[in-house]
T-cell receptor, first 113, second 110 residues
Framework: DADVTQTPRNRITKTGKRIMLECSQT?????MYWYRQDPGLGLRLIYYSFDVKDINKGEISDGYSVSRQAQAKFSLSLESAIPNQTALYFC????????????FGEGSRLTVL | SQQGEEDPQALSIQEGENATMNCSYKTSINNLQWYRQNSGRGLVHLILIRSNEREKHSGRLRVTLDTSKKSSSLLITASRAADTASYFCATGNTGNQFYFGTGTSLTVIP
């Protein structure tokens, strides 16, 4: 089983719908991150969390919210999806005090029509 | 934006040749990392270099860092077809946020 699991892997939805992307990890890491990837723009940081009670905005948090339900779970929500939120979304984890290496999930491809 | 930029955007070489890609960034860093991404997959960590290091090696990978120029380079020696992927640099700051570059798409022709 993967250390960082994202669900769903693919989702097509319509403008205005609420969408939740879920991430769970078995690595025991405290730090979790959500990124979005667009062609030509690389990965951009949406939100990050250093523990269950700590949530921080990244570069592009507008239109998104997150929930850290447990150390192992970090969910990303789009309250009212719009077409320019069509992208590949990645969850990642890292360990406190370690090298800072990020461990990524396989991604969730979201299409908003 | 805190994103870095990578150069070139795309690189095509013959198997056995060396591949060099560069990363420039904007802010002070704690470390710089390089990641590889096969098409549509998650990113995989390759190598990390700390801000007080100038060069680091790992197998066929060589990374350099010049903090005065805010730039890094990744050299892949003796490339293989299996090295075909996108490569991203990521800067880590003291706040443990990581910002990625725009990526270099490498194609190694057998």
């Amino acid at each position: 089983d993967a250390d960082v699991t994202q669900t769903p892997r693919n989702r097509i939805t319509k403008t205005g719908k609420r969408i939740m992307l879920e991430c769970s990890q078995t690595k025991g890491h405290d730090r979790m991150y959500w990124y979005r990837q667009d062609p030509g723009l690389g990965l951009r940081l949406i939100y990050y969390s250093f523990d269950v009670k700590d949530i921080n905005k990244g570069e592009i948090s507008d239109g998104y919210s997150v929930s850290r339900q447990a150390q192992a779970k970090f969910s990303l929500s789009l309250e009212s999806a719009i077409p320019n939120q069509t992208a590949l979304y990645f969850c990642a984890t890292s360990d406190v005090g370690a090298s800072g290496e990020l461990f990524f999930g396989e991604g969730s491809r979201l299409t908003v029509l | 934006s805190q994103q870095g930029e990578e150069d070139p955007q795309a690189l095509s070489i013959q198997e056995g040749e060396n591949a060099t890609m560069n990363c420039s960034y904007k802010t002070s860093i704690n470390n710089l990392q390089w990641y590889r991404q096969n098409s549509g997959r998650g990113l995989v960590h390759l190598i990390l270099i700390r801000s007080n290091e100038r060069e680091k090696h790992s197998g066929r990978l060589r990374v350099t860092l010049d903090t005065s120029k805010k730039s890094s380079s990744l050299l892949i020696t003796a490339s293989r077809a299996a090295d075909t992927a996108s490569y991203f640099c990521a800067t880590g700051n003291t706040g443990n946020q990581f910002y990625f570059g725009t990526g270099t798409s490498l194609t190694v022709i057998p």
